[in-house]
């Protein structure tokens, strides 16, 4: 993964996904989430929907490093559903991605090998119905100066075109800016420079 750049699906571009085996019906939902806590948050809502079905599966990873992520069971045999749902969404190089995969049973157990492979499928079905897009990890850059250097200031604003998060105009001004990660640097020095000149 570049360092300042990831994978995710497009907010509130849901992703929906669907396998069938042996009466066993398993609905699979993709989502965007920026947290662990939006994750939960979502599946309570799922639990609260489909509240008749045996199992409401789920794994996540969030955090532009992938670094936070959960793979949960909801009582199927250990490594059975969360694993390969991570699985699929690894495989699609996803971050700040959920999968909530719920189970209908239909009546025949699918064993272990079975039910691997239809959260497998379900998951992958899923993902595969939703838009994906590239974004960049973003850096805060926070910059004082004086009021008679505002001109030079936003001419790097506008030559960099970082996004403006907030900014104060008095006797000193200050400007914070969001921009990707690799140009923070460039950007903090360009700024630095206009005080020398």
Known sequence: MDNDKYRTIKEKAIGE????????KFLAFAHHVESAEEALEIIKEYKKKYYDARHCCYAYRV???GADCRANDDGEPSSTAGKPILGQIDSNGLTNTLVCVVRYFGGVKLGTGGL???YREASADAL???????????E?????????MMNDVMRVVKDMNP????????NTC?????????????LR???KNLSFE
């Open 174 to 186: 200050e400007i914070t800016l969001s921009i990707r990660k690799g140009k923070a640097e460039e």
């Open 189 to 191: 020095t360009r700024l």
């Open 140 to 148: 805060e850059v926070k910059f004082t100066f004086t009021y008679p």
């Open 63 to 65: 955090g532009a490093d």
């Open 116 to 118: 691997i492979v239809a």
């Open 163 to 170: 996004h403006i998060v907030s900014q104060q105009f008095d």
């Open 17 to 24: 996904g669907f396998y069938s085996e042996k009466r066993s």
């Open 128 to 138: 595969s119905n939703s838009k994906k897009e590239e974004r960049f990890v973003e």
